[in-house]
């Protein structure tokens, strides 16, 4: 049964889309719905002057999806979970948790627009989700899982790396003997022996001259 799409229908079209589907779900679902119309001469002259109107829809459409992908794609989604040692959550994060984050953000994304690898997402890291968008557009978003408590731990952990870090180098600086000590001390060693040679020297001949 050939029907003409009064708007856009997941697996079937865009409206303005003539299909072909199963008399029995257009007569029950999408005829009740004045989501179809039937496709005869009345109804095409019909689709034809709603054309341009249609066609400004699907352009807005467009650009509204493009402005969507680049937000999707603009950085990094994170989520805070709780975890074990081992990365896996307690729990998991599915495509109904990301839709409402992004919904969140002002991106009107349904869930079932999100593909999520295995279904859901049980492991701390980073994961790549596929989003649908009109018209056969995709993004790539990406989603970084952290157990609750992770940055902070891994900044206190930095922080007190630094300190050790400080402190070993003072405790180096500290230890470290200074270099100009010894020729000082050397320097004066020598001048004393060169004074007791002089005196030694003074006597000599002064006994001398005694005799």
């Given at each position: 049964?050939?029907?003409?799409?009064?708007?856009?229908?997941?697996?079937?079209?865009?409206?303005?889309?003539?299909?072909?589907?199963?008399?029995?779900?257009?007569?029950?679902y999408l005829l009740p719905r004045n989501l179809v119309l039937l496709d005869n001469r009345k109804n095409r002259a019909y689709l034809e002057s709603r054309r341009?109107?249609?066609?400004?829809?699907?352009?807005?459409?467009?650009?509204?999806?493009?402005?969507?992908?680049?937000?999707?794609?603009?950085?990094?989604?994170?989520?805070?979970?709780?975890?074990?040692?081992?990365?896996?959550?307690?729990?998991?994060?599915s495509s109904a948790g990301i839709s409402e984050r992004l919904e969140q953000m002002g991106i009107d994304i349904a869930r079932r627009q999100i593909d999520v690898?295995?279904?859901?997402?049980?492991?701390?890291?980073?994961?790549?989700?596929?989003?649908?968008?009109?018209?056969?557009?995709?993004?790539?978003?990406?989603?970084?899982?952290?157990?609750?408590?992770?940055?902070?731990?891994?900044?206190?952990?930095?922080?007190?790396?630094?300190?050790?870090?400080?402190?070993?180098?003072?405790?180096?600086?500290?230890?470290?003997?200074?270099?100009?000590?010894?020729?000082?001390?050397?320097?004066?060693?020598?001048?004393?022996?060169?004074?007791?040679?002089?005196?030694?020297?003074?006597?000599?001949?002064?006994?001398?001259?005694?005799?």
């Amino acid at each position: 049964m050939k029907v003409i799409l009064n708007a856009d229908i997941e697996n079937l079209g865009e409206e303005g889309d003539v299909c072909e589907v199963k008399p029995g779900y257009a007569r029950n679902y999408l005829l009740p719905r004045n989501l179809v119309l039937l496709d005869n001469r009345k109804n095409r002259a019909y689709l034809e002057s709603r054309r341009q109107e249609i066609e400004q829809r699907k352009e807005r459409k467009r650009i509204a999806a493009q402005s969507s992908r680049e937000r999707i794609e603009a950085g990094p989604l994170v989520f805070e979970m709780p975890a074990g040692e081992n990365g896996r959550l307690f729990g998991s994060l599915s495509s109904a948790g990301i839709s409402e984050r992004l919904e969140q953000m002002g991106i009107d994304i349904a869930r079932r627009q999100i593909d999520v690898p295995e279904k859901t997402i049980k492991s701390v890291g980073t994961h790549k989700v596929t989003v649908r968008l009109y018209g056969g557009e995709e993004a790539t978003l990406t989603v970084n899982v952290t157990p609750i408590g992770g940055s902070r731990g891994t900044e206190a952990a930095a922080k007190e790396s630094a300190a050790e870090d400080k402190q070993a180098t003072g405790e180096q600086a500290t230890a470290e003997p200074e270099t100009t000590a010894p020729s000082e001390a050397t320097s004066s060693e020598a001048a004393s022996t060169d004074a007791v040679a002089d005196d030694t020297g003074g006597n000599d001949e002064t006994e001398r001259a005694d005799s």
